[in-house]
């Protein structure tokens, strides 16, 4: 698949510079001021086209090695930053089920697809409440309620009225990755921007933040099926 980094997507905030993102499907997401002109966005993508391209073909040479999803005994499916084996059984209830493996009913092969995502969101939900919950209180955030979501080029957002949005696919990642995004969102509680008072914000909570962003950076892709 080729791509137009001159023809990005565009999403303008109240932020103070331009921002080049290569999204989990390749595609160049641009985050720009207000205020910014297209000859300056057009400008920047401009400057870094090398760096867009090499990003981009790393985020489809790591797709490109993952086959879509077959749902068939042995395959592998990942959960907190585990790998589990899929068995397919002739049980009923539950329709799936995490035992040291995803025991999938045979009866639900048909929609198994969907049975999974019901199963990541129903996870999803108990994970972020709680991890939420948990440095909220320890470090006096103050929230609306989270929310997940379905986004597949975002993984978490916080809206003005103070909800907190998670992909169910985050679910997916090591817990210290899912606790680097609960703390990025609840950061923007008290610095809506990413300004280096937000990021002060976030590395007093997690010292190794940056390491945690960059491993989700690069092994995000992995996360973003079906």
Known sequence: MAFMPLTPKIIRSRRKTIALVVQPNGELLVRAPQRATLKQITAMVAQHADWIARKQAQVLAARAAFAPRQFVAGEKFPFLGESYSLQLVNAESPVLDLNGSFQL??????????????????????????????????????????????????????????????????????????????????????????????????????????????????????????
């Open 105 to 226: 009913a045979r009866s639900a092969l048909g929609r198994a697809e969907q049975v999974f995502e019901r199963w990541y969101r129903r996870q999803a939900r108990q994970v972020f409440t709680g991890r939420v919950g948990f440095y909220a209180g320890k470090y006096g955030f103050d929230y609306a309620r989270v929310r997940i979501s379905s986004a597949r080029t975002r993984w978490g957002s916080c809206s003005p009225k103070g909800s907190l949005n998670f992909t169910w696919r985050l679910v997916m990642a090591p817990p210290e990755i899912v606790d680097y995004v609960v703390v990025h969102e609840l950061s923007h509680l008290r610095e809506h921007n990413h300004s280096k008072a937000f990021w002060t914000q976030v590395e007093a909570i997690l010292p190794d933040y940056r390491a945690r962003r960059k491993w989700l950076r690069e092994n995000g892709g992995l996360f973003h099926w079906p």
